[in-house]
């Protein structure tokens, strides 16, 4: 057979439900999969990662840091409940970003401290932070960001005070210096790929500003009530867009830092209970911090993706059905699969798997191609059929993706006598071995 790639349609609205897992509290478009990560965290308000991938949550209501230890074969969720302190006695955490070093330094909201904790912790843990001098005192710090290396914003931490509405530099010695004061609460602050400081104002203000190294101002996104979680995308599958989440709601917007638009991206349900934080892990997965289900984190992730589709739902004898599949990898590596396509014929009990293949898609693949196949005269009794296409782990043949497309098969007048099951069958494979099949 002639080779030939195929891949799933990107760009697909919201509305698009994902695996079975996920349908009951993300809807996200296609090529993309939604994992409930962890639940009963408490009443989180932030959660980071270090250099080295681990995540740490912190309790608003608790004064107490969590480190999540997972890997790929973690059970999901984890159950915050079960998990020990790393770090107690402090007051409500509201940010806790690291440094080069790889020390952490928590904004401590009700009491103003910002307080810096050397890594690695001194056994034995839980590691009580109250004997630790604040490094700096605002009045409610909030949201707290380092920029990159080398950046000319410096070294400083820039720190969102929302009771003083402004941001505010912390040198290492603890000065603190006034950036910027902006009248309503500064709710996040990051930095840009780019290098920009952004951060998000609310709740009477509700925009997202921006500052570039020059001085330069703009206020890039607004109409929000309470964007109270930002983040820039990797640029893998999610792009560079910046992701916005507001307190108060469970729609996921994206913005585009170039022209200004703002789409939704995903839309979680209502116990999801509001955005506290949105991270990026290091490969390149997106992790959501919400209130709800006791404190949860929801993780989004790219992911390869195979759909099938037909241009009709009903064809009769002499007609075309014109049958498109499509393959996406987002990945910035070669996928190797097995490509599987069966009919099923529900009427009749019947299946057929009409194809089996190996299937190398390329480092960000992402095509569809559409295969015409003949209907013929398949007897005078009338059946509603489905295709099937999947992707298979090529190694242990768990699946990857599947989709499935429903047809029906309406007999002409002049239709005479019947079909096995498996004559049908036989002419269906037999229009579809005319046509390329992606090897």
Request: charged content about 20%; some cysteine; hydrophobic content about 40%.
């Amino acid at each position: 057979m002639a080779a030939m790639v195929m891949a799933v349609l990107v760009g697909a609205t919201v509305g698009t439900e994902t695996d079975a897992s996920s349908v009951s509290y993300c809807i996200v478009p296609e090529g993309f999969k939604t994992d409930i990560f962890a639940v009963r965290l408490g009443g989180v308000e932030d959660f980071t990662f270090d250099s080295s991938g681990n995540l740490f949550v912190g309790g608003a209501h608790t004064g107490e840091i969590k480190e999540i230890d997972f890997d790929e074969d973690t059970p999901l969720p984890i159950d915050g409940s079960t998990l020990d302190p790393i770090i107690v006695g402090l007051h409500a955490v509201f940010g806790l970003p690291f440094d080069e070093s790889g020390d952490m330094f928590v904004s401590e909201f009700d009491n103003g401290e910002i307080t810096k904790i050397d890594f690695p912790l001194p056994e034995p843990l839980p590691f009580n932070a109250s004997a630790v001098p604040p490094l700096a005192y605002l009045t409610c710090p909030d949201g707290m960001a380092f920029a990159p290396l080398g950046s000319p914003f410096g070294t400083e931490l820039f720190v969102g005070d929302v009771g003083a509405s402004g941001i505010f530099k912390v040198s290492s010695d603890g000065t603190v210096t006034p950036f910027v004061y902006l009248g309503c609460d500064i709710e996040e602050v990051i930095f840009s790929n780019s290098g920009d400081l952004l951060f998000a104002i609310s709740p009477s203000c509700g925009k997202i500003y921006s500052i570039s190294p020059d001085g330069s101002a703009d206020v890039i996104a607004n109409g929000f009530a309470f964007p109270d979680a930002i983040a820039q995308g990797p640029g893998n599958a999610f792009g560079e867009y910046l992701y916005v989440g507001d307190l108060h709601g469970n729609t996921l917007f994206k913005i585009d830092l170039v022209t200004g638009d703002k789409s939704v991206f995903a839309v979680l349900d209502s116990e999801f209970g509001g955005f506290e934080d949105i991270m990026f892990d290091s490969e390149g997965n997106m992790f959501i911090l919400g209130f709800g289900r006791g404190g949860q984190i929801i993780k989004i992730s790219p992911a390869t993706t195979v759909s099938v589709s037909t241009d009709k739902t009903a064809y009769t004898p002499g007609g075309t059905m014109n049958v498109t599949i499509c393959l996406k990898n987002p990945f910035d590596t070669t996928q190797n699969l097995m490509f599987r396509w069966w009919l099923t014929i529900p009427k009749f009990g019947y299946m057929t798997v009409i194809a089996s293949i190996p299937l190398t898609l390329p480092a960000n693949y992402d095509e569809c191609f559409t295969l015409p196949i003949d209907i013929g005269d398949w007897g005078d009794s009338g059946f509603g059929a489905i295709w099937g296409v999947g992707l298979f782990d090529s190694a242990t043949d768990e699946i990857v993706d599947y989709d499935t497309s429903g047809w029906n098969y309406v007999p002409s007048p002049t239709a005479q006598g019947k079909m096995m099951p498996a004559e049908i069958g036989k002419e269906i494979t037999k229009e579809i071995g005319r046509v390329e099949l992606p090897s």
